[in-house]
């Protein structure tokens, strides 16, 4: 089975130019997960949607970061305009789970996108 | 509120020997606890879960853990390490009344294993 798929595996850009990163969540899956991970900081959450639709956005950083899910196959995160500071690994995630088994299954994880604002 | 700790930022371990990483949480209601390990330029990947009935969970890669309500702690174990299994290793929890669907992770414990 394929399991989550981003894309690009990395991305180098500079300051100021707008970044687009993608994910492909496993299918049937109805939870979508975005996380930013650093040395600093660890692992973060930024947003979570549920059934395409966004619950949990309180760790986007600022306006500069929007995410989106059109369709229960394809989510979107934005940086319009990137800064140094967004250098990151970004990763996506997908899991299932409603009813009785909200919550208690694993997350899946893509292999990330490897983020350098120059 | 729900949080994590993994005390340990690195856990040094010779091949053959048992090892132990040690995770400790804080949730309300039951907790749902997860262990994943990630891999140099790879994505978490899930390792086990405890959700309810026995303490003693096993899961991938010879791995296990054991939960503990009264220390509330989830430590994974391993009777004999591999060089193989020198990685990142992340707890993480979710408490059964939560709302949302989000899990929250711990630290990192990075783990060595020598020959």
């Known amino acids: 089975d394929a399991g989550v798929i981003q894309s690009p595996r990395h991305e180098v850009t500079e300051m100021g130019q707008e970044v687009t990163l993608r994910c492909k969540p496993i299918?049937?899956?109805?939870?979508l997960f975005w996380y930013r991970q650093t040395m600093m900081r660890g692992l973060e959450l930024l947003i979570y949607?549920?059934?395409?639709?966004?619950i949990d956005d309180s760790g986007m950083p600022e306006d500069r970061f929007s995410a989106k899910m059109p369709n229960a196959s394809f989510s979107t995160l934005k940086i319009q305009p990137s800064e140094p500071r967004d250098s990151a690994v970004y990763f996506c995630?997908?899991?299932w789970g409603q009813g009785l088994f909200r919550g208690n299954q694993p997350q899946h994880f893509g292999d990330g996108t490897r983020l350098s604002i120059l | 509120a729900q949080s994590v700790a993994q005390p340990e930022d690195q856990v040094n371990v010779a091949e053959g020997n048992p090892l132990t990483v040690k995770c400790t949480y804080s949730?309300?209601?039951?907790?749902?606890l997860f262990w994943y390990v990630q891999y140099p330029n790879r994505g978490l990947q899930f390792l086990l879960k405890?959700?309810?009935?026995?303490?003693l969970v096993k899961g991938s890669y010879g791995f296990e853990a054991e939960f503990n309500k009264s220390q509330t702690s989830f430590h994974l174990k391993k009777p004999s390490a591999l060089v193989s299994d020198s990685a990142l290793y992340f707890c993480?929890?979710?408490?059964?009344?939560?709302?949302?669907?989000?899990?929250?992770f711990g630290g990192g414990t990075r783990l060595m294993v020598k020959p």
């Open positions: 995630a997908s899991s």
């Open positions: 949730v309300s209601g039951n907790p749902y």
């Open positions: 405890y959700i309810t009935g026995d303490n």
């Open positions: 993480a929890v979710r408490g059964d009344n939560n709302a949302g669907n989000m899990l929250t």
């Open positions: 299918s049937g899956h109805n939870s």
């Open positions: 949607f549920n059934n395409n639709v966004p």
